[in-house]
């Protein structure tokens, strides 16, 4: 049993938001969050903004908001930098990307103008369809870590902020598989001096974060940080680790219907699912490589909520296509269509149609500030390593090597929830509610 945290540190002063990829999402969040606070917009989407909380029996009555039951960093408090191949400022980036209003953003231009990236750590032989100009030069793999690590503290000081949370919102990289090399740290350590190709860039900037005490977390379904040698590190420096991969349109969609579905003991023959996608992350993804990456972390989801070994007559040999198409006139408004072929009682089919006209950043970005929020919450309460409890964030969630990870979003809202409960010292609510019958 482990013991709940004594006591949770105040959130004092600055928080530092920091992200290796200053492209839509990120600026999204930027200006979603400046908006905001000006009063000009809502945080909707938001768990930490605009969540409750029940606490206690449901003849208590008592439900405060989630930001006032747990100690956050308040919006007013985030300053923010980060990393990109491309130099421009945050207020270009976000013109280009086409995802916020002219309106929205020219009551932003002035602040997020002056946010401009660092040179960033890159390498074409990792994300093929790009090419950048911003980049850092270095002798080796860990001579670059080491200018992420000056990058950080340099930021931490000129910033004035009092902690910081990295979160990796850059680009999609090739498929890789855990290897060797990042079985530990020693190894690992060995392979930045030695350059080798095991370590991709995305690697370079978790390292640099946990080196500097800094939370990080993985929206992209890159491995990143999902390996031990990083893992342990964490656990070294005492530093909470989340990923991967933002859970936003059609995969949030899956984790929705799917649970429904078993939960009636409704049976699946196949689930085909394709999308046309229009930005820089679409283009990224028409790389078959990248595309792979995120194939496998979207392919995942459906085997673990459905259990087929549990319940082969209903499960046992699913068709699960998905599809990725870059088109650039839809821009950053992703169009996913599911074709779920299903059947019932005696086996008759039936189908369900899912047509989501979505906004891909637009769904990202609360996720950006929520984890950003419960990751310098998780270190202030003294909370190290994987943390499980913010699966509900991520199509690919990380969890300890002999356990599989939790996809269905209602179980993970549920940990989400209890794990803010335990951190305060209120019961866990299981939901039994037998004492209202006694
Ligand atoms: N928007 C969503 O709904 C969603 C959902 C899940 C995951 N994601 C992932 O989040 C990431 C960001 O998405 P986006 O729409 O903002 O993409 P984007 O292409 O607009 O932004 C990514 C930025 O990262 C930069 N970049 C690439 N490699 C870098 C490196 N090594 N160092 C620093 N910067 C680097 C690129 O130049 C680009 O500006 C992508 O990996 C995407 O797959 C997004």
Redesign the pocket.
């Known amino acids: 049993m482990i013991r709940r945290p004594a006591k949770i540190a105040p959130p004092k002063g600055k928080l530092g938001v920091l992200t ?7 600026t999204t969040f930027i200006a979603g969050v400046e908006l905001i606070r000006r009063g000009q917009a809502a945080p909707i989407g938001s768990l930490t903004q605009m969540g409750t909380i029940r606490l206690g029996k449901r003849t208590e009555h008592r439900s405060p908001a989630i930001k006032d039951f747990v100690p956050l960093a308040k919006l007013d408090d985030l300053v923010f930098g980060g ?4 130099p421009d400022d945050a207020y270009q ?1 976000a013109r280009k ?1 086409g995802v916020l209003s002219a309106e929205h953003l020219e009551r932003v231009k002035p602040f997020l103008s002056s946010i401009r ?1 660092m040179k ?4 074409r032989r ?2 093929r369809r ?1 090419d ?1 100009t911003y980049l850092k030069r270095g002798s080796s793999k860990w001579d670059l870590a080491q200018q992420l690590q000056e990058d950080i503290e340099k930021f931490r000081a000129t910033s004035g902020a009092k902690r910081l949370v990295m979160i ?5 990289e090739v498929y890789m598989k855990p290897h060797r090399l990042h079985r530990d740290l020693a190894s690992f350590e060995k392979a930045l001096k030695q350059n080798h190709e095991a370590i991709p ?2 690697m370079l ?1 978790a390292y640099a974060a946990l080196r500097c005490g800094v939370p990080f977390a993985n ?3 890159n491995l990143t940080v999902d390996i031990p040698a990083l893992q342990d590190l964490a656990q070294e420096k005492r530093v909470p680790v989340a990923g991967k ?5 059609q995969t949030l969609m899956k984790t929705i219907i799917a649970p429904g579905l078993k939960s009636r003991l409704i049976g699946l023959h196949g689930w085909f699912s394709t999308n046309i996608l229009g ?3 679409g ?3 028409d790389d078959p490589e990248s595309f792979k990456t ?1 194939e496998e972390s979207k392919l995942g989801v459906l085997e673990y909520i459905l259990q087929p070994k549990l319940y082969p007559e209903l499960y046992g040999g699913f068709s699960h296509v998905v599809r990725i198409n870059y088109y650039p006139p839809r821009g ?1 408004n992703k169009e996913g269509w599911d074709n779920i072929d299903i059947f019932g009682w005696l086996r008759y089919p039936m189908q369900l149609k899912i047509n989501f006209l979505c906004r ?2 637009i ?2 970005a609360p996720l950006v500030l929520d984890l950003v929020l419960f990751l310098d919450l998780a270190q202030r309460a003294g909370l190290r390593g994987i943390q499980e409890w913010l699966s509900f964030y991520f ?1 690919s969630p990380m969890c300890a090597p002999a356990l599989y990870p939790e996809h269905d979003l209602f179980i993970q809202l549920m940990k989400l929830k209890n794990t803010l409960r335990w951190l305060r010292g209120e019961r866990l609510i299981t939901h039994l509610g037998t004492e209202y019958y006694d």
Do not use: H, Q
Not at 20 to 26: E, L, Q
Not at 83 to 86: P, T
């Open positions: 290796p990829g200053m492209g839509a999402v990120t990393w990109d191949i491309f980036t990307a990236p960033a750590v890159f390498d990792y994300v790009l950048g990796w919102c850059g680009s999609t860039p995305s900037y929206g992209a379904p991969d933002f859970k936003t349109g930005n820089r992350d283009e990224v993804l995120k950053d891909d950043s769904l990202a199509k």
